[in-house]
C-alpha cells in the first residue's frame, strides 16, 4: 500500500517518517511550500526526538510536494492530518479538513479503483459522518463505502514523545464507514504497531465522542491532584505527594497523571475538556465534570502568583520552563508563560529561560520578560525561582549555583530537587507540601 500523507506539521511529519521506516512509500503534502522542500531535503520540519534521524534513514521512500493529482493518484490511501482549531465557542472547526476533501476528492473524481481515507485531526462529534463524508462525496462523486473507504483515527500522542507513541501506542481507535475500510487501517496498525496492537473499532460519533472522553478523563484526574494539591497547601502536616501516591494504589484509580503539579496546558488536554463541554451544551446538557476539571486548571497560575506573593511582594522572579511540557518547543496553554504574564501583570521583574521555547516565547512575552540563554544566568539574577517545566536540567541544579544570596526561595513544582541539599543556601517550596510552605513563611516572617 502506497500513502499520501496531507499536514506535515507536528504530528504529520513524524507519521511519514514512521510508516516510511515500515517499509511504505509515503508522500506527504502541505500547503507550506518550506515544509514540502525540507521533507524532499530530508531535513525534519518541526522539532521531534527521533525525527531527524528516521526521515535521514528512510529518505529513499519518502518524498513531498504540492500536487494533489500526483499525492493521489499515485497512493491508495490518503490520511489527513491538518489542523481543526477550536473556535470561540470551544468547538473544533472543520474549515481546513473540508478545504482537504475538496482536493482529495477532485483527484478521485479522476481516479478508478479503491481509495482509502484516513482523517486524524480531532473532530466534534458529527462532523466526520456528517459534513466532511458529504464534501469528500460531493467532491469525488463517489459514495462513501463501495470503492471509497473513510475513516476517523485520531492521536492520543503527546508532543515530544510522537516517533515513541506512533510505535507503542496504548490502542488504536478507529471510526469506520464500512467493514471493508476499517479491516484495511486496522491491518496497517498491525504492521506498523505489530500483531498484538490493542484496536478499537466503532461508528464515527463513537470514536469521535471516545477521543475527547479519553482527554478529558486524563485531564479530570489532572485537576483532582491539583485541587487535593491546594488543600495539602493549609492543611498542617499535610503532603499532596505522599497521599496521591497512596491514592494511585488502588487498582480502580491508578498512578498515572494523578501527578498534583501544576496545570496542564498543550494542544490538546485544554481544548478537548472545553469541547467536551461544548458538546454536552449542544445537546442541552451540562459536563459539570469537564467544567471543573477546566475551572481548577485555570486557576493553577493564580495559585502560584499567590504563593509568589507570599514569599516576596516584589523584586525578580526567575521562570524556568516555558514549552508546556520537556521535549517540545511548543507553548501553546503553557502554564510558563501564563505565569511569567501574571507576574509581570503584577509588577515583578521576570527572568525567563527554557532550553527549547525560548524563540516561540519571545514573540508571546515581548519585553515583558528578560530572556536568559542559562539556567544559571536566570537563577543569579532572581529573588524566587519558579520551575515550572521538569526538564532535566532543573534536575541539575546545585546549591553551587547559588550566589550573592539569591534566590532566596525556589518553588520547586516537580519536586526534582533535594531540598537536604539546599539547607543553609535557599529555601525549597513545595507544592501541596504545608511544611516548606510553613517553614518558607516563617522565614519571610524573620527576615
Ligand atoms: N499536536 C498534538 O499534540 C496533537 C495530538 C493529538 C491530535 N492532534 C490533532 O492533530 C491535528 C493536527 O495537529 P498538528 O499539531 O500536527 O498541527 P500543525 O499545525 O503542527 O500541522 C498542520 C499542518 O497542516 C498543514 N495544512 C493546513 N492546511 C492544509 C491543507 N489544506 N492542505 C495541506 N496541508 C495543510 C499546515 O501547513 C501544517 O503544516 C489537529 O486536529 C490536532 O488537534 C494534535
Known amino acids: 500500500m502506497r500513502i499520501s500523507v496531507v499536514g506535515l506539521g507536528k504530528l504529520g511529519a513524524p507519521i511519514v517518517a514512521v510508516l516510511a521506516a515500515k517499509g511504505y512509500d509515503v508522500v506527504g503534502v502541505d500547503t507550506n511550500p518550506a515544509f514540502v522542500d525540507k521533507i524532499n531535503n530530508h531535513i525534519a520540519p518541526v522539532e521531534e526526538p527521533g525525527l531527524q534521524e528516521l526521515l535521514t534513514e528512510h529518505r529513499a521512500r519518502i518524498s513531498a510536494t504540492q500536487d494533489w493529482a500526483k499525492a493521489i493518484a499515485e497512493t491508495d490511501m490518503t490520511t489527513v492530518i491538518v489542523p481543526t482549531p477550536s473556535g470561540s465557542d470551544g468547538g473544533f472547526r472543520n474549515d481546513y479538513v473540508l478545504a482537504v476533501m475538496d482536493d482529495i ?87 506498523v504497531v505489530g500483531p498484538h496492537a ?66 496542564y496546558g498543550g494542544p490538546c488536554f485544554p481544548r478537548d475538556t472545553i469541547a467536551f463541554g461544548r458538546v454536552a451544551h449542544l445537546l442541552g446538557g451540562k ?17 502560584l502568583t499567590e504563593t509568589i506573593r507570599d514569599l516576596t511582594p516584589g523584586g525578580v522572579v526567575a521562570v524556568l520552563g516555558l514549552s508546556y511540557k520537556p521535549h517540545t518547543p511548543v507553548i501553546e496553554e503553557s502554564q510558563g508563560i501564563m505565569l511569567a504574564a501574571a507576574l509581570h501583570e503584577a509588577g515583578y521583574a521576570v527572568v525567563v529561560h527554557d532550553p527549547m521555547a525560548l524563540g516561540p516565547a519571545r514573540s508571546v512575552l515581548g519585553t515583558t520578560a528578560k530572556f536568559a540563554a542559562s539556567v544559571r544566568e536566570a537563577i543569579g539574577q532572581a ?65
Not at 226 to 231: A, I
Not at 414 to 428: D, E, K, T
Request: aromatic share 6%; with cysteine; glycine share 10%.
Open 105 to 191: 476528492g477532485r483527484v478521485l473524481a479522476r481516479k478508478s479503483g479503491y481509495h482509502l481515507v484516513v482523517v486524524h485531526s480531532t473532530t466534534m462529534p458529527g462532523s466526520v459522518g456528517g459534513p466532511i463524508r458529504e464534501r469528500l462525496e460531493q467532491a469525488s462523486g463517489r459514495k462513501v463505502g463501495r470503492d471509497l473507504g473513510l475513516c476517523y483515527n485520531p492521536e492520543f500522542i503527546a508532543l515530544g514523545d510522537v516517533i515513541n507513541g506512533l510505535l507503542h501506542p496504548d490502542f488504536i481507535l478507529i471510526g469506520e464507514s464500512d467493514k471493508k475500510a476499517g479491516d484495511l487501517l486496522e491491518g496497517l496498525y498491525r504492521k
Open 198 to 263: 490493542n484496536v478499537a473499532r466503532m461508528n464515527f460519533v463513537n470514536a469521535e465522542l471516545t477521543k475527547i472522553s479519553v482527554n478529558t478523563y486524563v485531564t479530570m484526574k489532572i485537576s483532582f491532584a491539583n485541587m487535593l494539591g491546594e488543600m495539602c497547601d493549609r492543611l498542617e502536616g499535610a503532603d499532596v505527594a505522599v497521599v496521591a501516591d497512596a491514592i494511585g494504589r488502588d487498582s480502580r484509580i491508578g498512578q498515572k497523571y494523578l501527578k498534583p503539579a501544576i496545570g
Open 287 to 303: 459536563a459539570d465534570l469537564a467544567l471543573a476539571t477546566d475551572l481548577i486548571n485555570r486557576r493553577q497560575v493564580q495559585r
Open 383 to 447: 529573588d524566587v525561582v519558579v520551575i515550572v517545566t521538569p526538564w532535566e536540567e532543573y534536575a541539575a541544579i546545585t546549591p553551587e549555583w547559588l550566589t550573592g544570596g539569591r534566590p532566596r526561595f525556589i518553588i520547586d513544582c516537580w519536586r526534582q530537587l533535594n531540598p537536604a541539599l539546599f539547607q543553609g543556601h535557599c529555601q525549597i517550596v513545595r507544592l501541596g507540601h504545608q511544611e516548606t510552605i510553613a517553614a518558607a513563611a516563617k522565614r519571610v516572617a524573620a527576615e
